[in-house]
């Protein structure tokens, strides 16, 4: 088990440090996270990669503290995450996941506004500094265009923008993020892509299947396999041909030309999982 004391202060560009984490759900019979150690840089976008099921979603809700690890230890700012109280806590890291509830009616605008609760007494007001936030939070989420108009009326791509909204209203310097382009669009991945890279001074967490856009938005990238970390650091160092064989199984190829990383997939290999009668799976299809 870490140390309860332990501050991170070995690691003072980690403004978020998960070590030796064991996350696992009651009802399962292994962990899904298993022995994790990861260090999120300040002020850097990492993206968090991975097949299906090698934890991704699992792993932010650890950090996030919406799942406690049966071993290890979760340190943000500097502070074990389980001597925040709740509010606090809100107040240093937002975490938006990939399944939310129904807004229930409530306008663009009435959504950002819930991002102000962890600074609010249950009985006041708007401050003008809270009224300051939610435009704020409202213009660089891009949303004054539609800040009136009911959550439920919009498309996937706006719903999401307004998610985020909310969560930028809060005014943390972390912020977690799942699966942020599921469903959407090319314009509106770029759109939500554009806005969460573009925040100054906010160090961001974004789980994500698409490698490409990983290696464009990414400055460090976090690869999981089955539970464990496969490799992280910078996308030049973190994408390579041999990431895509081990954790995605497919044969592709990755080219890096004036900075920029390109990634090709080409076919899928062979499946590390048995068939049903505990046989070696078929050979790839060509």
């Known amino acids: 088990m870490t140390d309860a004391n332990y501050n991170g202060r070995d690691k003072p560009n ?42 991704k979603s699992t792993l932010l809700r650890g950090l996030s503290r919406k799942l406690s690890p049966s071993d290890g230890q979760v340190v943000l700012n500097g502070c074990a995450i389980q001597q925040y109280d709740t509010r606090e806590l809100a107040r240093q890291l937002g975490f938006l996941a990939q399944r939310r509830p129904s807004p229930d009616g409530l306008t663009v605008e009435e959504l950002v506004e819930h991002g102000r609760y962890p600074h609010r007494g249950f009985f006041d007001g708007m401050s003008q500094q809270d009224r300051e936030a939610i435009e704020r939070a409202i213009e660089q989420a891009r949303l004054a265009s ?32 799942d699966e942020p382009l599921t469903h959407l669009d090319l314009r509106n991945q770029l759109l939500v892509l554009e806005v969460l890279t573009g925040l100054e001074n906010r160090t961001v967490v974004a789980a994500m299947h698409d490698l490409q856009y990983a290696a464009r938005f990414g400055d460090h990238i976090v690869a999981l396999d089955d539970g464990e970390v496969y490799d992280s650091g910078p996308p030049s160092t973190v994408l390579t041909e041999a990431l895509l064989a081990d954790v995605f199984e497919i044969d592709g190829m990755v080219s890096r030309a004036d900075d920029e990383i390109r990634i090709y997939p080409e076919r899928p290999l062979e499946t590390r999982s048995t068939s049903t009668d505990g046989s070696s799976p078929s050979n790839t299809i060509p």
């Open 14 to 55: 980690a403004v978020l440090t998960g070590s030796g984490l064991r996350l696992e759900y009651p009802d399962a019979t292994d962990p899904v996270i298993e022995d994790v150690t990861i260090d999120v840089p300040a002020g850097s976008t990492v993206a968090l990669i991975g097949p299906n099921g090698s934890g």
């Open 146 to 177: 539609i800040r009136d108009r009911p959550v439920d009326d919009l498309s996937g791509g706006q719903q999401q923008l307004a998610w985020i909204g909310m969560c930028l209203a809060q005014n943390s310097n972390v912020l977690l993020v």
